[in-house]
């Protein structure tokens, strides 16, 4: 472990191969709610899993940027809109107009019209129509990004459903050139009925493109691009079939890395009861939340270690990474439950335990003032340290499982089983032992303890605070 450092748990299983993960992908003009967290940070950790073991990650943000509900927003934003107004409300202005158009709507039909010729001349390319389109997107991402900031969240591509409007000709004329396009009641469809699943369609009778299309794209350009060894899309499991369907026409279309092609899907976020609702019923936005974890992990830390220095910085990194533990403690098929009280035990198997172990273990080196040097390892034969020893031992095949399995909670989970083997060590052995050559072992395999938990916190996205 001493010699792999930072690399423990790492190796270059991937051989630089490209690994294209599709994740988070929110929608413009709508808010970024806590329903978009379980996609976020488990496309994060795969990130940096697939990273550790020598792939190189394309983080890819695919947008839903595209469609009629833009020229909703125009049409909107020039009847009752105000652009100084929105400028300083953002998103919630845009949702508030999208909200009032669909009320107006319902009594005036004509602004359906309106709202489809407005989106056409975005289609056109029409310079008023796409200047209010990227304002509204680049309104947008100022307020995600200041979300995924916070996580500590970078992607490699923006490039949503707009991306490929030009590129979806591609794939209708090689759809019809294989002749595996059909006209089914006015649509284009590739007939999956061998496959026991309903028909694709590609084009609907009215000519115009769907996710599927759209989706085929994307996936024709990433292969062109990045040449992927996999290609993973992390989409709650409600789409199962979409991904299914689209992966088999890749796959009728004659190509071999439709195999490569990895629908990972996630179960939902639910809360005790009003945890996410408003009034309204609405989701609360995330942002809102991480605040509100920040908050009460501050409230707590001043109650517990009142003295602390630099109590915000850690209550923000431990807040949030108890949001983030407890989307990734269990298979990501399992729904989430979410537990203001449980999320923020730092007793429980939770986020603020395994960062209260690493501070521990950091504390107890600063005390002894440790210095690494020659170590006999021969030394630790009680059954707590040779728990320590496997627990760590476990980790590197922990980590190459996740990969292979794409379930971060097998990360998630040995760095748990660490963190509590250590924790058993600390109270039962005198780690500060009288004897130099005890000593000196213990302080070593607790160093070797913060090194490890620390490597797995950040392969899921969590900080590791020294001090708590």
Known sequence: MFAEGERYGGSDLGGGR???????????????????????????????IYNHLGFRSVGINHLGDWGTQFGKMIVAYQLWGDKETIEQGGVDELVKLYVRFHQEAEANPSLD???????????????????????????TLKEVEQVYDILGIRFDSYAGESFYNDKMDRVVVELREKGLLKLDQGAQIVDLSDYKMPPCIILRSD????????????????????DFAKCLYVVAYQQDLHFRQWFKVVELMGYPWAKDLVHVSFGMVSGTEGAFSTRKGNMVKLREVLAAACDKTYDIICEKSPDLEDKETIARQVGIGALIWNSL?????????????????????TGPYAQYTHARACSVLRKADYTPGAVDYSILTDAEASAVIAAIDAFPSAVVEAMEKNEPYLVTRVVMGICAAFNKFYYEQRILADDAAVRQARLALTDATRKVIAIGLNLIGIAAPERM
Do not use: M
């Open 113 to 139: 019209e309106q709202a489809r010729a407005w989106f056409k001349r975005i289609e056109d390319g029409d310079a008023e129509a796409l200047s209010l389109f990227e304002w509204f997107k680049a309104l």
């Open 18 to 48: 490209n690994v294209c993960i599709d994740y988070s992908s929110v929608n413009i003009a709508k808010p970024f709610h806590i329903g978009h967290l379980p996609t976020t940070v488990i496309g994060n950790a795969l990130y940096r």
């Open 207 to 226: 000519g115009a493109t769907l996710y599927a299309t759209r989706d085929i794209a994307a996936a024709l350009y990433r292969k062109d691009t990045y």
């Open 329 to 349: 403690y269990n298979g990501r098929i399992k729904d989430v439950v979410f537990d203001w009280d449980a999320v923020l035990n730092f007793d429980g198997e």
